[in-house]
T-cell receptor, first 113, second 113 residues
Framework: DAKTTQPPSMDCAEGRAANLPCNHS???????VYWYRQIHSQGPQYIIH???NNETNEMASLIITEDRKSSTLILPHATLRDTAVYYC??????????????FGSGTQLTVLP | DGGITQSPKYLFRKEGQNVTLSCEQN?????MYWYRQDPGQGLRLIYY???????QKGDIAEGYSVSREKKESFPLTVTSAQKNPTAFYLC????????????FGDGTRLSIL
């Protein structure tokens, strides 16, 4: 799986959009980009994933650059409950198999009141 | 509600004892996973199972054992051979289909008395 690089920490004002970047310059064509977050002492929570098109769900939007070497997770209206460590993961899946997720250091997002 | 239930939330073990961590899912997922998380670190895979009655070792399987007798259940035993068992243990499940994400329980925190 391709390696990802994320800033170690970011702050965001409550109510504003939080934009979390992730660099995955060695990504290959069959690798998806996944985002999870982990609030202290809880299990990781799945947020969103995508291959090459931008994706949106009720939690967030995922913007993947055209060359797929980087992506941005957008939380449109951050709340205090969004304070967590956010992990960007690149993972390849072959048909019929299920492989482990490799979590890096992530980005500690702190939403400020 | 569908989800993954881990129990207990906190567990204490005496030196030389085996302990078993429970993981149950009602998401009808084929694949289940056990991860270990140490403070300030990412997740490391202990064992995973893609189907009932089958499981494979992950990166740090020594000192641990698992069983998969039912689709819904994937208990993890931390044996006395695991010399540094104090950690946060996370169970996850997922579909075997391409690109589907893993979903996590809320974890069990194991401490040595």
């Amino acid at each position: 799986d391709a390696k990802t690089t994320q800033p170690p920490s970011m702050d965001c004002a409550e109510g504003r959009a939080a934009n979390l970047p992730c660099n995955h310059s060695t990504i290959s064509g069959n690798e998806y980009v996944y985002w999870y977050r982990q609030i202290h002492s809880q299990g990781p929570q799945y947020i969103i994933h995508g291959l090459k098109n931008n994706e949106t769900n009720e939690m967030a939007s995922l913007i993947i650059t055209e060359d797929r070497k980087s992506s941005t997770l957008i939380l449109p209206h951050a709340t205090l409950r969004d304070t967590a460590v956010y992990y960007c993961i690149v993972r390849a899946l072959s048909s019929g198999s299920a492989r482990q997720l490799t979590f890096g250091s992530g980005t500690q997002l702190t939403v400020l009141p | 509600d569908g989800g993954i239930t881990q129990s207990p939330k906190y567990l204490f073990r005496k030196e030389g004892q085996n302990v078993t961590l429970s993981c149950e899912q009602n998401l009808n997922h084929d694949a289940m996973y056990w991860y270990r998380q140490d403070p300030g670190q990412g997740l490391r895979l202990i064992y995973y199972s893609q189907i009932v009655n089958d499981f494979q070792k992950g990166d740090i399987a020594e000192g641990y054992s698992v069983s998969r007798e039912k689709k819904e259940s994937f208990p993890l035993t931390v044996t006395s051979a695991q010399k540094n068992p104090t950690a946060f243990y996370l169970c996850a499940s997922g579909e075997r289909m391409i690109n589907q994400p893993q979903h996590f329980g809320d974890g069990t925190r194991l401490s040595i008395l």
